[in-house]
């Protein structure tokens, strides 16, 4: 047995916890984000971003929604929602929620198949 912690790859490096990446927050200052918002780079980014925030700047130069950034930059959707709002806060992305109009046909639709399985 070695004294020190061991490593099963040698180069994993340290392990950072997604929630320590936004500091144990669980919102950010402003609203949620719908999974199917769509995130566009309004801004240009100062150095002193994080490297996941670059990730999130980088692949948002194209609009993509919150879900996809999600999957691309490889990190939970909770966390993701939360450094969207950080750089939303900071002038650098701007969020376009879907319509209105379209979320009320969305919980019709949801509710017909909640029915729908309770049938079963």
């Known amino acids: ?10 180069e994993a490096g340290p392990i950072v916890r ?39 700047l980088r692949a948002a130069r194209n ?21 969207l709002g950080d750089l939303r806060d900071n002038g650098l992305i701007s969020v376009t929620s879907p319509s209105a109009g379209g979320a009320r046909s969305n919980e019709r639709i949801l509710k017909e198949v909640i029915n729908g399985l309770r049938a079963l």
Not at 63 to 83: H, T, Y
């Open 63 to 83: 609009p993509i929604s919150v879900a996809d950034l999600a999957v691309e930059i490889d990190l939970p959707v909770g966390v993701v929602r939360v450094m």
């Open 1 to 10: 047995m070695s004294d020190g912690p061991q490593w099963f790859d040698e």
């Open 18 to 56: 997604p929630y320590a990446l936004i500091r144990g927050r669980t919102h950010s200052s402003g609203d949620t984000f719908d999974l199917v918002a769509t995130v566009r780079v309004i801004g240009d980014p100062p150095d002193e971003l994080g490297p996941e925030q670059q990730l999130i």
